[in-house]
């Protein structure tokens, strides 16, 4: 049961350029929505998160968008580095009572000079 | 802080065997929880352990079972492994700091069931 839905599987981005990876999810009563990021051979780590009472959310080059009302975020990586090649993964909390992530699938990012 | 630990790094089983996937946090965090990584699906959330002595089965429970022996420590069992587990092994903890969740990944576990 998916219900977190994350495209592409993969994204190649030239050094300097836009990366952005798309997330939906379906279910109203998520109230949190972080990114994780993991690098090969580690476990996963956070990277930034959002509430859905803002629309914007910026930290350094990362920035999350989000659309309560077509239940869509998307991480958006500006000036990108070779160093930010890695998998990235959205995920949706149910309710802050919960305690429980529900993750996309991963998104692969390949970073080239 | 050591942070999540988890034991051993990489294991080779044959089908039928059976092991134990251990993991510590010195966080202090009440929650913790196993995962299980493949290539195209994610993190899938096997067992979650909201407290000392309580443990709830997550999206794919079948074929492992969990002791959450104290507040450190959360073991995953595979009692009669199976192809289909070779996987990547994940064990978080989590902790709710003012507005911000955020759950902490040891290195992870890479098992191969032959």
């Known amino acids: 049961q998916q219900q977190v839905k994350q495209s592409p599987q993969s994204l190649i981005v030239q050094k300097g350029g836009i990366s952005i990876i798309n997330c939906a999810y379906e279910?109203?009563?998520?109230?949190?929505f972080p990114w994780y990021q993991q690098f090969p051979g580690k476990g996963p780590a956070l990277l930034i998160a959002?509430?859905?009472?803002?629309s914007e959310k910026k930290e350094g080059r990362f920035t999350i968008s989000f659309n309560k009302s077509a239940k869509q975020f998307s991480l958006h990586i500006m000036d990108s580095q070779p160093g930010d090649s890695a998998t990235y993964f959205c995920?949706?909390?149910?309710?802050?009572?919960?305690?429980?992530?529900?993750f996309g699938t991963g998104t692969r990012l390949q970073v080239f000079p | 802080n050591a942070g999540v630990t988890q034991t051993p790094k990489f294991q080779v089983l044959k089908t039928g065997q059976s092991m134990t996937l251990q993991c510590a946090q010195d966080?202090?965090?009440?929650?913790m929880y196993w995962y299980r990584q493949d290539p195209g699906m994610g993190l899938r959330l096997i067992y979650y352990?909201?407290?000392?002595?309580?443990?709830d089965k997550g999206e794919v429970p079948n074929g492992y079972n969990v002791s959450r022996l104290n507040k450190r420590e959360f073991s995953l069992r595979l009692e009669s492994a199976a192809p289909s587990q070779t996987s990547v092994y994940f064990c978080?903890?989590?902790?709710?700091?003012?507005?911000?969740?955020?759950?902490?990944f040891g290195p992870g576990t890479r098992l191969t069931v032959l």
């Open positions: 978080a903890s989590s902790a709710q700091r003012g507005a911000r969740y955020e759950q902490f």
């Open positions: 279910n109203t009563a998520f109230d949190y």
């Open positions: 959002i509430r859905p009472d803002v």
């Open positions: 995920a949706a909390r149910a309710s802050r009572g919960t305690d429980k992530l529900i």
């Open positions: 966080m202090n965090h009440n929650s």
């Open positions: 352990s909201a407290s000392e002595g309580t443990t």
